[in-house]
């Protein structure tokens, strides 16, 4: 429900509303800047456009990537903010039931107390970006066709990459554009020691969980603190305690005033997936099919979770991250579905195709260019289709934890009988820091009660599938037949678990150096279910390699076309975001969710008060902030135009998923906020803009800085960074 003292009534002449605003549909790369200066300058964008193409220049060069979120540096000794879901992991990972950091918050005075992050945590400073798709895709010759063009695409990729990294100190990939039409080389500085310098209590930064996650109204404080630190050479390494502070290029100031209705913001950040330019077939699949089975499934997995692991245990506290990731996406698949059936967006793609189609054959030599483009990609889609629901189910088999560590060691056991440059991707010695870290942290989010259950769920429910669309390797090692037997899976599961010794990390780590024979003398069961599956498993994917392949080219072939017919209409053309460095710009504005209802673009300490319950695991304050509330304890905070604080906001940027933690900047380039979440009715966006409902929320500067100072007693930490007004 809407909470009527933050939403009103106002005219629709009001600058709240899209008329007056600037937004622009895309998520521009740095290099397209200048196709679109003349918008940004016009939308507010005081800094000039031709230096942001440039990534070793302020602000790109305080922009980083924490693989999966953004962050920012606030400060030349490293300090780094990103949202407090983004850093949960890392929290969860230094909880203990004693001493929960979840509940508790974390506030390291000096740099002595900062904690270790997560293991294989990294803060990824980008610092060039070349276009490589001749390297890529022009030296393939057309005869070249499914997996043979996969592997020459896998074969320039990591030649790019290996000439790329000149040492561990760089992370470098190759990013695809477009479907395949272009191909970018991305090189980033890979900082491996990075530590947990604040984080507030979950009653701040998670503030509302799931009920509010994709609500506005909105009260969550969702930031957290993070440090990188190098040698004292200034280079990466692993942790130390002689280590120091990364001494970035730039960092941003902060504004404390934050911002006000209407003004130029715009976000710099890694966006993950957009599917903007997918077909009918896909779009009618994945709303009808793919979102409402996951949906399910994730919520199914939440339910074992909860009822296997009481809140505050031990077991929980490890289950925390992988809870609050798979709500996160329940509920954004619901709002995906239910937009999808209010809207037109199925009606609206067919006419686009049909309206692309007409263009194609309405020239002679489009139609000797384009004409098979779309037909063969529905195709290739269609095969692409074939087994989708095994393939879901055994996704989130390979979710738990025995069963992929298994896997993954016995496929770098066989991996490791081939030269590095011949290795999967993954299992290169490139891969092996990652790997370990990977291997490390597994007890932090493992308990065998919980694995077994979710196993023992999803392996019924994939039992239920005819027999020909099932894995007959699977079905071998686990004895389904004509009749599923859950006794029998149950007791075979309570083996594997009591009698595996991969809970342990020495035994892991151990098994990294292993041989296959190793792997195929052992006892241990899940090291024998990995080996029993290794044959099936690379012909699957030798066949997945090979629609890959087809689709590697039969895309490009269709994006090609698209592009053309878009510029032809003077559409804007972009990229589908790919966790590849972006930016997006627009302004502070409220928006009209349903017929006469219009909510205002901010929300304050009152509203979060409001919302509180006390003993609610959601809803719950600490006393410290609900005093300093209702006593009015706003000080140089307060906001006449609001009578309080401003806690979050609204704007109308173009955002997804992966953006979580991009800094919010003002025209001129000053930190004004954290951008978190985006409304209910915007989560289609990811498929289809729509001016109307594309909201982003934000994380305001004054709040953040209110409760450092007044709450959470995190004055060192607002004294390390450059205040401005």
């Known amino acids: 429900m809407f909470n009527k003292n933050l939403l009103k009534a106002i005219p629709l002449a009001s600058a709240l509303l899209a008329g007056n605003a600037f937004a622009d549909e895309g998520m521009w790369q740095p290099h397209q800047l200048k196709e679109i200066s003349g918008k940004l300058k016009k939308a507010g964008l005081k800094l000039d456009p031709s230096q942001m193409e440039n990534l070793d220049q302020f602000p790109m060069n305080a922009i980083i990537s924490l693989g999966g979120c953004t962050a920012s540096f606030l400060s030349d000794t490293g300090l780094a903010i990103t949202n407090h879901h983004c850093a949960y992991g890392s929290i969860q990972y230094n909880s203990t039931e004693k001493k929960n950091l979840l509940k508790q918050g974390f506030v390291a005075k000096d740099k002595s107390q900062e904690l270790q992050a997560a293991p294989g945590s990294r803060i990824y400073v980008t610092e060039s970006l070349t276009d490589v798709t001749a390297k890529i895709t022009g030296s393939i010759p057309s005869s070249v066709k499914g997996q043979a063009y996969f592997k020459a695409i896998e074969k320039n990729q990591k030649e790019l990459v290996s000439a790329c990294e000149t040492s561990q100190d760089y992370r470098c990939e190759v990013y695809s554009f477009h479907g395949g039409l272009e191909y970018f080389l991305i090189k980033q500085l890979s900082i491996r020691d990075v530590r947990l310098v604040y984080a507030p209590p979950s009653s701040i930064g998670k503030f509302g969980g799931d009920t509010d996650n994709w609500m506005w109204p909105r009260h969550t404080g969702d930031w957290a603190f993070y440090r990188a630190y190098v040698s004292k050479d200034g280079k990466p390494a692993d942790y130390s305690k002689d280590n120091v502070p990364f001494k970035p290029k730039a960092f941003l100031k902060v504004n404390a005033d934050g911002v006000r209705n209407s003004d130029y913001v715009m976000v710099l950040g890694y966006p993950g997936r957009t599917n903007r330019y997918r077909t009918v077939d896909e779009v009618e699949n994945q709303f009808t099919w793919v979102y409402p089975t996951s949906k399910q499934y994730r919520e199914d997995y939440i339910n074992i979770i909860k009822d296997i692991a009481p809140a505050g245990s031990d077991a929980r506290i490890k289950y925390e991250s992988t809870l609050a990731s798979l709500a996160n996406y329940a509920k954004n698949f619901g709002s995906m579905i239910e937009s999808y059936n209010k809207g037109d967006m199925l009606e609206r793609k067919q006419a686009e195709l049909q309206a692309l189609q007409q263009w194609i054959n309405s020239s002679k030599q489009r139609k000797n260019k384009y004409a098979k483009a779309l037909t063969e990609l529905n195709a290739l889609i269609a095969q692409g289709k074939k087994g989708q629901e095994r393939d879901l189910l055994m996704g989130y088999l390979g979710s738990t934890n025995m069963m992929s560590v298994a896997k993954r060691l016995y496929r770098l056991a066989n991996e490791k009988t081939k030269s590095d440059t011949e290795r999967k991707q993954g299992y290169q010695d490139r891969d092996m820091n990652r790997f370990t870290q990977g291997m490390k942290r597994v007890n932090r989010r493992y308990d065998a009660t919980v694995d077994k259950a979710v196993l023992e769920h999803f392996i019924g429910l994939y039992a239920q599938l005819p027999k020909k669309e099932r894995n007959a390797t699977f079905d071998k090692f686990f004895s389904i037949g004509k009749k599923f037997d859950a006794k029998t899976l149950a007791a075979k599961l309570n083996k594997m678990h009591k009698n595996t010794k991969l809970d342990e990390e020495a035994t892991r780590l151990a098994w990294m150096n292993k041989s296959v024979s190793d792997f195929k003398n052992s006892k241990d069961p899940y090291i024998q279910f990995a080996v029993s599956q290794y044959d099936n498993d690379r012909k ?186």
């Open 540 to 725: 699957l994917e030798k066949k997945a390699e090979a629609l890959f392949g087809k689709l590697a080219q039969a895309r490009p072939a269709f994006m090609e076309a698209m592009i053309a017919y878009k510029k032809s209409k003077g559409e804007p053309v972009y990229a589908d975001a790919n966790s590849s460095l972006r930016i997006t710009y627009g302004n502070v504005m409220g928006y009209s969710p349903q017929d006469g209802i219009t909510a205002t673009p901010f929300t304050t300490l009152e509203g979060l008060l409001a919302k509180y319950k006390a003993g609610d695991a959601e809803f719950d304050l600490f006393d410290n902030i609900r005093k300093a509330i209702a006593d009015k304890n706003y000080g140089k905070y307060y906001r006449k135009d609001l009578d309080s604080v401003p806690v979050n906001y609204l704007s109308n940027l173009d955002i997804t998923g992966g953006n979580s933690g991009s800094p919010t900047l003002n025209g001129r380039g000053e930190f004004v906020g954290l951008v978190f979440d985006g409304v209910y009715e915007s989560i289609i966006g990811d498929w289809d803009y729509d001016t109307k409902y594309k909201r982003a929320i934000h994380t305001s500067v004054p709040f953040m800085l209110w409760t450092m100072e007044n709450i959470d007693g995190a004055q060192n930490i607002v004294d390390e960074m450059t205040i401005v007004k």
